[in-house]
């Protein structure tokens, strides 16, 4: 699986060397950049980061700027990011044993950057991510009073149509009246889903191949073809790209 990298610094010149020197550390790995919150805020919203390179000061003409702690805080702030790694960038000596206390970073690189260092601290990072056990997240769905566990690992598919969300497990179909789909999939964090279609959204781990031409997908397991809506064809594509390698007709 593709790990996903997000680089926050404010100077152009800086933050081209840290993506550089970043894409060396592997060759699985997606690299967002941004120089301000608000936008790597909406990517981070958007996608599953694994790792954050986050500059202290992203106001440098704004005396005492500490931005980049600020956006590291409201990353923790979401359910989805309570265990991401966190690498602050930062010139201000004798503030780091405070931001490994207070806002959990795995590390920190100083100004000016070296490229031994950061990616020294990236492979490390990478390694402990790499190194997680994977987790039997379990939803629970509600139907007649009735609570239904499911691990998340083994939805291979949701749809939902005429008010009823049906749930595809690798052994079971799970119907749920009134449940809204994208509500279901956020609170997912143990796996991908991708919205292929109106009301679809796969599982990218159980995708066997995708046919881009003629608009179908083959999940593992299921005898039926899956449609990609024809609005949705980009939009589907390139979120599975960021996901990782899938076999292409």
């Known amino acids: 699986m593709k790990k996903r990298i997000l680089i926050l610094e404010d100077l152009p010149s800086s933050r081209k060397a840290l993506v550089n020197m970043v894409a060396e550390c592997g060759s699985d790995l997606v690299i967002f950049d941004f120089g301000d919150p608000a936008n790597a805020l909406q990517c981070a919203m958007d996608n599953k980061i694994d790792l ?8 440098p003409q704004q005396p005492n700027d500490f931005s980049g702690i600020a956006f ?24 780091e044993a405070n931001l490994l206390r207070t806002v959990h970073c795995f590390d920190y690189i100083e100004k000016p950057i070296s ?8 492979s490390e990072a990478l390694n402990k991510i790499e190194g997680r056990p994977s987790e039997d997240e379990l939803i629970f769905l509600r139907k007649d009073r009735v609570t239904y566990p499911v691990y998340a690992k083994k939805i291979v598919y949701f749809e939902s149509t005429r008010k009823t ?21 956020d609170k997912i964090q143990t796996q991908e889903f991708i919205f292929s279609s109106k ?7 159980y995708i066997e191949y ?5 608009r179908y997908i083959k999940m593992r397991g299921v005898d039926q073809m899956l449609n990609i809506g024809e609005r949705m064809k980009e939009q589907f594509w390139t979120q599975l790209m960021k996901y990782g390698e899938v076999d292409k007709k």
């Open 165 to 185: 969300l049906y749930v595809h497990t690798t052994d079971d179909l799970v119907d749920i009246p009134n449940l809204s789909l994208k509500k279901v999939v």
């Open 210 to 214: 995708v046919d881009l031409t003629n």
């Open 115 to 122: 490229k031994k260092r950061v990616q020294k601290v990236v």
């Open 199 to 205: 009301g679809v959204a796969i599982n990218a781990d």
């Open 72 to 95: 590291a805080r409201s990353i923790r702030e979401s359910s989805k990011y309570t265990t991401a790694e966190i690498v602050f960038i930062t010139t201000l000596a004798g503030l």
């Open 52 to 59: 954050f390179l986050i500059d202290i000061v992203l106001k």
